[in-house]
């Protein structure tokens, strides 16, 4: 697919400022599996990347640097513990360079919304640091150096729709003729910390023998052949689910009015808080998307299309 073509069109060295805009996600299916020695859980996910984006600048600079503007300015820090200095700061000592680079961050995906937008922000600057630093590393390579950041950022470094499994970080596409599929975004106010999802999670199944199995993706991956909005929206799936409607009861109103708005299907978009809404059509979308935002129930309620490429300098 376009998203995993080679993209070796991508200049080996800019003298910058190297724009990079990058997805958010979504999980069509998030299979959970038992907890590991390592404390991440086995996984069978398809993820999803919509058209819903963050973007890094790099501009070359004598520091490493970061400031930021949009969704979750002044709530986020932009010290060491920001995922776009921890992916410079390990891109750097991957290619022996020092790490120096002037850094912004526009966002607009939500902070701990379950849609994958510090792996994001992580992915972008892999890529606009590669091309700042004229490091020329493959999409491979810096996945792997990506897979230390966060378990999304290999994936949002491919975008697309693929298949994801060990804690998410092993990533292969899925090959389906191109179908654009419309979505809606309810975002909600505040967020949910995944750590405390996935205990949730635990906390629920614990004492149910035998051990919730790890559900395989197939159903979903033939309905996605199939290019039907019902009969995707029939096997949509998130075991994250129960765990972040546990924590946030108040989340089973925005499914409701979704589906009361005319939604095809909803689910909770990963560990949440965000919800997703599949529709028909753009325009469906938009009236789905009309219809949250009526009920009052969520933050924002946006539609976005999927399936977009990952990472990619603009
Ligand atoms: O990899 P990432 O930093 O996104 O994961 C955040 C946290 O979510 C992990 O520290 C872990 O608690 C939980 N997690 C998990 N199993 C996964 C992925 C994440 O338990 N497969």
């Known amino acids: 697919t376009e998203a995993w073509g080679p993209d070796d069109d991508r200049p080996r060295k800019m003298a910058g400022p190297v724009r990079v805009r990058v997805p958010a996600k979504i999980n069509l299916h998030l299979g959970v599996g038992p907890l590991r020695d390592d404390g991440y859980h086995e996984l069978n996910t398809v993820y999803h990347a919509i058209s819903l984006f963050d973007e890094v600048t790099a501009r070359s600079g004598d520091t490493l640097s970061l400031t930021m503007e949009g969704e979750g300015a002044g709530q986020l820090a932009l010290d060491d513990s920001n995922l776009v200095i921890r992916a410079a700061r390990a891109l750097a000592a991957h290619g022996r360079v020092p790490a120096h680079a002037r850094l912004h961050l526009r966002k607009q995906i939500p902070l701990a919304g379950g849609l994958a937008g510090g792996s994001a922000d992580a992915a972008a600057t892999l890529i606009a640091c590669d091309a700042l630093w004229g490091l020329g590393m493959s999409r491979d390579d810096l996945a792997v150096v990506g897979a230390g950041l966060g378990s999304d950022v290999p994936f949002l470094l491919y975008g697309g729709t693929a298949l994801g499994t060990g804690h998410g970080e092993a990533v292969s596409p899925v090959l389906a003729r191109p179908a654009t599929w419309h979505w809606i975004v309810a975002v909600a106010d505040g967020g ?30 033939a309905a996605l052949r199939q290019r039907d909005p019902e009969v995707l929206g029939a096997v949509l799936a998130n075991d994250l689910q129960p765990a972040a409607l546990s924590l946030r009861p108040a989340l089973a109103d925005v499914i409701k009015a979704g589906y009361d708005a005319g939604a095809v299907a909803g689910i909770v978009s ?28 969520c933050r924002d309620a946006q539609p976005a299309r999927g399936p977009m490429p990952g990472a990619r300098i603009v």
């Open 192 to 221: 949910l910390a995944t750590p405390e999802v996935y205990r949730e999670l635990d906390k629920l199944r614990e004492g149910s023998w035998p051990p919730a199995p790890l559900g395989a993706a197939d159903e979903l991956l």
């Open 270 to 297: 990963g560990s949440g808080p965000t919800c997703v809404f599949l529709a028909t059509d753009a325009g469906h979308a938009e009236s789905v998307a009309a219809g949250l935002r009526a009920a009052g129930v």
